[in-house]
């Protein structure tokens, strides 16, 4: 017990603690929209995307931040248009862009001269090393996010369960589709250094599935998925303390585990069975 | 007299290479209930889309309430009720039955408004009119087809519209159910005094409900009491072989469920 009271002493775990917990809150109230929209890959393209940014950034010595913003919104913004126009299939266009992102990742992270481990921060994730710069922009980002999540929430609950009546009945469903794939990017970014580049899909993912099993409420869902995201994203870097784990994996692995235990316990799948 | 509320004026829907309907000229008077009828593509589905705001006339114009502005988010569209045709719903999505009624609110509401007590007031008043308030708990998904209607109809009520406009609200709900949401139907029409417009291929099902009947195939063929617009030449023109007219004077569309 005095071990974990000393560890929560240390200036670099209190910082690792309020950036999990925070990008644990922005991830799953995100992915709540991003799972009743059917926008789940969306979340992989964008993160490669922003990792993609990220690698130009070191690469020609700009804020990694700011071009993972550029290339993650480029992303989601392009998805959306070719959705909306229905020239391709939402998972076929953000397949191509997908992979297509990860290739510029990769070339231009061989353009870099030598090994740059910062950037391979990005990708695995971090979070022990967040340093108070990055702990602000976390914090930042995630209050305009979680702001504009409230400030539209009932729209955005709306498109997320039928998008043309929402259009019929008067609320710009288009702008606020819009601005979801937006909250969608600018939450891949503010996570990116805490569970990194291939991981950050799975905490917008995970908590709000394991909600989706466990009510048949929005409301609740989304109070769930919170309570879920930021448990185990806290949880997560208190076992990769605590056993020398790398953080990223430790997160989505203890909300992975809890997600099958929700379906298991799903009020939803005994209700099936005895249909 | 009585108030025109809907004004088609040689009005052309579609796209510049598919014309979806052509040159309708049909006026809706506060208050009636109005039956709209065609075959499959005859565009009554369009005919609802540029009602709610969704499509903007080619040519000729639109004018509803007044209004024949062409903004498509017009606040004036909040005071149509819709109940879009019934689609597949995920049993697992996350709603109550409440909350659905309460996206009725929304789109009147505004953005950055949040619902009061007095949205949550109108919505339950809105459910008690489609006899659901008991379910308002209940998860969505948890209902038969019919409760789902009628949940469905009480979000468009929750707009507290002036004028209800019903897509095949019948369609995908079994027969005992079919004439309960059509007596629903008229009861509503009838106590809260609103404008109906009901879009169905049964015509079997609305013939003896509605004021009147509009019936498509890309123009407007007929519109009128339905004894006028039921006349085997008009329908016959119409649907072509796909018409039955039995002794009894029942008209089947053959072959609808083969078309879906």
Redesign the interface.
Known sequence: MSQFLEMLTYDFMQRSLLAAATVGAVCSVIGVFVVLRGLAFVGAGTAHAAFAGVALAYLVGLPPLLLAVVFGLATVWVTGVMEEQGRMKLDVSIGILYTATMALAILFIGLMKGYNAEVYGYLFGSVLSVTPDELRAILALSVIVLGLLLAFSKELYFIAFDQEMAEASGVPARKIFYLLLTLVALTVVVSLKTVGAILVFALILIPASTAYQLTHSLSHMTAYAVVIGVACAVGGVLLSYAWDLPSGPAIVLLATTIFFLSVLLSPKRRRAKTA | MTKTIIRFDHATFGFPDVIALQDISLDIAEGEFIGVIGPNGSGKTTLCRAV???MQPLSGSLQIFDCACEAL?C?H??RIG?L?QK?VLDK?????VL??VM??R????G??K??SKRDRDIALEALSHVGMQEHRD?????LSGGQQQRVFIARALA?QPDVLLLDEPTTGIDITTQHSVLDLIRRLHRDLKLTILLITHDINMIRSSVDRLVLLKTRLYAAGPPEDVLRPDVLRQVYGKELVITERDLIIVEDYHHHH
């Open positions: 709610l705001g969704l988010r606040r569209r909040a819709y879009p689609g697992n999505f996350p709603i109550t909350e659905t996206m009725g929304y789109g009147a509401l953005l950055f949040r619902t209940h998860a969505l998904g948890h707009q």
